[in-house]
């Protein structure tokens, strides 16, 4: 990351900021389409949004990078490159976006399918083990406290688990996997360009089951497209561009916190506009979850030193 001044770093963690409170508040807007749509259709839609908005995005970026010679004209082999790793970016990001549709149109709470999907932090590095990286310490007990969140999150007092939530657990699994895979290709390949590539290949997956599963039901569609719109505009196409502006403003360990703040949006945003309340056992879930993630993003400090 280049020097950056306080100005700078205010501005990107206030974008960042803006970009957790969307991601957050996405949740309820794929809680208030489920009611209208199928998972399956609302994931296609989405995503099919997703990629269209990353176009003129695409063409600003590279319009920029022509102006200030930074520009570096795509060959065979660097499309071969973007379309396979969008391939299965797209696959990935497909599979875990249904299960996580699916858990919130079972019965999951917005807020609460916000924090299980959090999940994802702690497991990279657990996944990362059959790559042969090492995991600290740390996060071995980060993902100990996360295990009594999930408990306290998940298991009813009949010790009874909803599926919807094994659905979202799935989900938050299929997540780490989606991002080992971004981790793989993405500094081969230009990554907006990766995300609108794995966007439209979601949208594809999903068009079938969503056919003939679900239908196509026009005027439920349209019920549902103020949702829709707000979940592949707002969270994939503006907040994904926010994030790459800010990121550059902004210290990496600060800014990977500011967008941990997305499950706590989706608590808060649940609360105002759903007025669904977290009981007392699943809000100090809420908190430990939270605090495994914050710590588990913490610097090494051996390997800062």
């Known amino acids: 990351m280049q020097n950056t001044t306080k100005k700078d770093n ?17 949740f309820v807007a794929q809680s208030t389409g489920a009611e209208y749509v199928g998972p399956f259709t609302f994931i296609c839609l989405r995503n099919v949004l ?3 908005i990353l176009l003129p995005v695409i063409f600003t ?44 149109d079972e019965g999951t709470e917005p807020g609460k399918a916000g924090f299980i999907t959090a999940l994802y932090i702690l497991l990279v590095p657990i996944f990362s083990l059959f790559l042969k990286k090492k995991v600290r310490p740390v996060i071995w007990l980060c993902v100990a406290v996360s295990v009594v969140a999930l408990y306290l999150l998940c298991v009813k007092e009949d010790n009874s688990i909803r599926m919807s939530d094994i659905y979202v657990l799935i989900c938050a699994a299929l997540y780490s996997v989606h991002i080992l895979i971004i981790d793989n290709f993405s500094p081969k390949t230009d990554g907006v360009r990766l995300s609108a590539v794995q966007f439209a290949v979601a949208s594809v997956l999903s068009l079938v089951p969503a056919v003939i599963f679900e239908g196509i039901d026009l005027k439920a569609i349209l019920a549902a497209a103020p949702s829709v719109a707000y979940a592949g505009i707002m969270s994939s196409g503006v907040a994904y561009t926010l994030q790459i502006v800010a990121q550059k403003r902004t210290e990496p360990t600060l800014a990977s916190m500011i967008m941990s703040l997305e499950s706590v949006f989706a608590v808060l945003t649940s609360l105002v506009i759903l007025h669904q309340v977290p009981s007392f056992r699943e809000a100090v879930g809420c908190v430990l979850m939270f605090g495994a993630i914050i710590v588990a993003q913490l610097p090494d400090r051996k390997r800062k030193s």
């Open 50 to 52: 997703g990629a269209v």
């Open 61 to 104: 970026l590279d319009t920029i990078k022509k102006k200030n010679g930074t520009y570096q004209k795509f060959g065979k082999k660097d499309y071969k490159t973007l379309f396979i790793g969008g391939a299965f970016c797209g696959i990935a990001l497909c599979f875990a976006s249904v299960f996580q549709q699916l858990g919130i």
């Open 10 to 26: 205010l501005i990107g963690s206030l974008l960042l900021l803006l970009t957790a409170f969307i991601w957050g508040s996405a």
